[in-house]
């Protein structure tokens, strides 16, 4: 089989918040923005990697979603525990002091982890957890 990963899904509470992240803080290239309001589904990349992809869309909206799991998925997103998402840079250092500069909201500071990683970690405005690691 050839199969790669295309797409991941990231919620979003504010959209007009979200694209700002991932364009203007993040540097990501904006591949679609369909919708309105509040309800927007938008198709963010990383720069030269056009076939992978961050759809950010609104939370819970598909109608098997009960009213019970609906609220559950918001008080998730609140506390930052819903959604999360695993980059990599080489220049982790340059990375971290630029989204840091940025004011994105940041969870930990570049750090060697003890199963051999070194990451840090921000969040979004929806509270969705970006970890990025180093490349080496």
Known sequence: MDITINTTVLPHDDPDASLAFYRD??????????????????????????????????????PGVTDEERRTIVEMMAKGTYGWILLATHDLDGTFDKLQADDAEVVQEPIEQPYGVRDCAFRDPAGNLIRIKELR
Do not use: H, K, N, Y
């Open 25 to 62: 803080v993040l540097g990501f290239e904006v591949r679609g923005d369909v919708g309105q309001g509040r309800m927007r589904w938008i198709t963010v990349g990383p720069p030269g990697q056009p076939d992978t992809s961050i759809l950010l869309a609104p939370p819970a909206v598909d």
